[in-house]
């Protein structure tokens, strides 16, 4: 009987499918209009034509992972659940002061975020939990249901509870979800010492927030996709991506969905990651272009983490795949600015009415319409041909631009393009910079269905030793679905000063966050090929606002020293400001644990376009690009043979993507039919 694997990414305006056969590594892709009233349908929509077009049966898919952006998506647009929070007596203004930091420091004038929770719907508790974690005053159950009746009266559709340091001692919080869940059954309810136990009172009540903003629409969405995937004659589990790069079962999603924000963007670096241990090119920066956005990150040798992102107003302490986003996607509108000065994003078309050349309505001109202008992009070849452009909507769209600026319409495409280049260059730059790596020494991956397009355009205006352009980049992501690992992070807080903290009670604490870690992984009930723990810590020299994360080497736990923290975080203090002062006292904040569990991952072998592939080009046309015309080469991806070196301009046209390459680079194909492009 043949096994497949089913990784899905569920985007704006596509939802990606990739099936893999697991004794073959044959890949089957697909992509289908997404239904944003209900994800769900588009996935079941998918598997239904998989199923027709390679006549494979739902039955056999044994293995099934996706990333969603609903949530992340719920929390932007801000049409969440009610939420209702209970909070200790006298600090329910937590969520209005934040940080008492402005949003900018040089803007005195800039709108203050407003609250995911009305205040009126944050209610006292009367009870105390000590810094030390010992009891100051008591909690009563008649307290703690005179307060949730009066908010569900109120309309209040979830509840989140945050209590004065429940990262110390969880006990009155876990009293309270139990007397909740005891009395009012049914009601989503999460507490912040399960959600995400960190000292920070403010953080650790937004994360609970969100988490219930968000939780009833993402419990309501992965029951549909069970019960869908089950009505198709699906028996396997179901898997979701995380922020953090792993999977989790969609049980743990619906209690803790905040942890999937930001899984889209991560299942692209994981696919991403497994491209360059394939191709043994460690370091690499990934460029992720879809139709909103161009996400950027930076790996050397292993995926990199922030523990605090910020999505919209809010910042997200829980780890997260390092991951910097700029407005200019193959969406992205292109406009002029009072002066006159022509500018891009970040604004999106979306989905609805996207850009102009889609035909349903849209006027205004995006990247994709200046793609079709320049010759770039063919309106007869996008999506395989099944979703033909329209060129004269494209024309009329960049025409408004180019009577503003004085342009012809190909220089005014052509504009837009370096445009958009100059927006990702502007971010990728820094964040070289910021994480001290030479950009000369590594391969730019490029992925999503613009990325490949625009990719050796950046390349141009940077150093970079190579370009990649993975076999199917429109949909990697859902291939990082497919290979991602079971990753979940556990934290402790400490906010000690090294030479208080006795080693004894250091792997104490680590001991304890083991302990945590593997009971997770056992819950999840999937077979693996190996387990591995990576610890860190959250150290600052005393005084200091900010803390570096440092991550610990390979050492065996019973050897593990407060000492030898102290020395690892001078290292890595040294390593990214240039500077450490060894003799400084240092603190330590917050004690991590990842622990990872390694899927099988059978061998990927790319499945070639339908029909036979010609010798040669399908043939020629012209293309304005970096102000110039020149007649490009137009091939077909599966027509281009190993050992052999094509020399731009060209382009090459797929079902997912379009690659363009142009004059000064050249492309082969390696072994895993990669496109590899160096300068000529």
Request: with cysteine.
């Amino acid at each position: 009987m043949t096994r497949y694997r089913l990784g899905v990414d569920i985007g704006g305006t596509f939802t990606d499918l990739h099936l893999m056969d697991e004794e073959t590594g044959a890949l089957f892709a697909l992509k289908t209009p997404s239904t944003p009233r209900d994800p769900s349908l588009a996935v079941a929509n998918g598997i239904e034509e998989l199923g027709k077009r390679h006549g494979i049966v739902p039955a056999d898919v044994r293995y099934f992972a996706h990333g969603t952006t609903l949530a992340v998506n719920t929390l932007l647009e801000r049409d969440g659940a009610k939420v209702g929070v209970l909070m200790t007596g006298g600090f329910t203004d937590t969520l209005e002061l934040r940080r008492l930091r402005l949003p900018k420091a040089n803007d005195f004038f800039v709108p203050k975020p407003v609250s995911l929770v009305p205040r009126r719907h944050v209610r006292p508790v009367g009870e105390r939990m000590l810094s030390d974690g010992r009891v100051g005053a008591p909690i009563r159950r008649e307290d703690v249901e005179t307060q949730v009746r009066r908010l569900l009266d109120d309309g209040v559709e979830t509840l989140a509870v945050c209590f004065l340091h429940a990262h110390r001692n969880p006990e009155h919080e876990r009293l309270a979800k139990s007397w909740i869940e005891e009395s009012f059954p049914g009601v989503f309810v999460c507490i912040s010492s399960e959600v995400w136990p960190q000292q920070r009172e403010y953080e650790r009540a937004l994360v609970s927030v969100v988490n219930a903003y968000v939780g009833g629409r993402m419990k309501a969405y992965f029951n549909t996709l069970h019960g869908r995937a089950r009505a198709l004659g699906m028996t396997c589990r179901v898997f979701s991506t995380k922020s953090n790069g792993g999977v989790m079962g969609i049980d743990s999603a619906a209690e803790r969905p905040v942890e999937t924000l930001l899984s889209g963007p991560a299942s692209g670096v994981i696919g991403a990651h497994h491209i360059a241990g394939r191709i043994g090119d460690p370091n690499i920066v990934t460029i992720d272009m879809g139709g909103t956005s161009a996400d950027i990150s930076i790996l050397e040798g292993e995926m990199r983490y922030a523990t605090e992102n910020t999505v919209g107003d809010f910042p997200v302490i829980m780890p997260a795949v390092d991951v910097s986003a700029v407005g200019a996607g193959g969406g992205s509108i292109a406009w002029t600015d009072a002066e006159g000065v022509l500018k891009v994003g970040p604004e999106s078309a979306g989905a609805a009415p996207g850009p102009a050349c889609y035909g349903r309505g849209g006027a205004r001109p995006a990247v994709t319409d200046a793609y079709l202008t320049a010759g770039i992009v063919a309106p007869d070849s996008f999506l395989g041909g099944e979703m033909r452009l329209d060129r004269g909507a494209a024309h009329g769209a960049i025409d408004s631009i180019a009577s503003v600026l004085g342009f012809s319409r190909a220089e005014a495409a052509d504009a837009i393009l370096q445009i958009a280049t100059a927006a990702i260059y502007a971010e990728l730059l820094p964040q070289t910079a910021r994480r001290g790596v030479d950009i000369a020494g590594f391969s730019m991956v490029a992925y999503g269905a613009a990325g490949p397009t625009q990719a050796f355009m950046l390349a141009r205006e940077l150093e970079v030793r190579r370009v990649v352009v993975p076999p199917s980049p429109g949909l990697l992501c859902a291939l990082g679905c497919l290979v991602a690992d079971f990753r979940a992070d556990f934290v402790q807080s400490v906010w000690r000063e090294a030479p208080e903290l006795p080693d004894a009670e250091l792997r104490a604490i680590y001991g304890r966050l083991e302990e945590q870690a593997r009971s997770w992984l056992a819950d999840q009930n999937i077979d693996l090929d190996r387990v591995y723990i990576l610890r860190s810590a959250d150290l600052c020299y005393v005084g200091q606002s900010y803390e570096v994360n440092v991550p610990f080497p390979d050492v065996v736990p019973a050897r593990l020293t407060t000492p030898r923290v102290v020395d690892w975080f001078h290292a890595r203090y040294g390593r990214v400001y240039g500077y450490a002062d060894a003799e400084a006292p240092a603190r330590m904040l917050e004690a991590r644990l990842q622990i990872v569990g390694v899927t099988p991952k059978p061998p990927v072998r790319p499945v070639a376009d339908s029909g036979d592939a010609p010798d040669g080009p399908t043939g020629a046309r012209p293309v304005h690009e970096h102000g110039e015309e020149r007649e490009a080469a137009v091939w077909r991806r599966d027509a281009l043979r190993r050992g052999e070196v094509y020399e731009g301009p060209l382009v090459v046209e797929q079902y997912d993507t379009t690659v363009y390459v142009p004059a000064g680079f050249r492309v082969t194909v390696d072994d895993h039919a990669n496109l590899i492009g160096e300068r000529a």
